[in-house]
């Protein structure tokens, strides 16, 4: 599966973005599917992923209630809705797929997109 993540840009503090991820090759339904960011001068860090079955969300503790990860199956797209931005949540980020399960861990995902930069200004 090809991933194409899509959406970023340059937001004032406070103010919202909506990620997508979309899906090419195959049928992104049957993957889960995870976000990832990665600020300037620091590592990967998990954001939020989604399953495949049930669509259940699971999030990282410093984005809940924030962010909103959702999928459009009739679109072959994950979203992950960005809202009450901060500078801190300013990264690339990346969405992943796994014919698997999903999780925190990026060695849980075999494909992944090629990033979106989300600024955020203050």
């Known amino acids: 599966v090809q991933l194409q993540a899509s959406g970023g840009g340059l937001v004032q503090v406070g103010g919202s973005l909506r990620l997508s991820c979309a899906a090419s090759?195959?049928?992104?339904?049957?993957?889960?599917v995870g976000w990832f960011r990665r600020a300037p001068g620091k590592e990967r860090e998990y954001v939020a992923d989604?399953?495949?079955?049930?669509?259940?969300?699971y999030y990282a503790d410093f984005v809940k209630g924030r962010f909103a990860i959702s999928r459009d199956n009739a679109k072959n797209t994950v979203f992950l809705q960005l809202s009450s931005l901060r500078p801190e949540d300013t990264a690339v980020y990346y969405c992943?797929?796994?014919?698997?399960?999903?999780?925190?861990?990026?060695?849980?995902?075999?494909?992944w997109g090629q990033g979106t930069q989300v600024t955020v200004s203050s």
């Open positions: 992943a797929a796994s014919p698997l399960r999903s999780g925190t861990h990026t060695s849980l995902y075999d494909y």
């Open positions: 989604i399953s495949q079955i049930s669509s259940r969300a």
């Open positions: 090759g195959r049928t992104l339904s049957t993957y889960a």
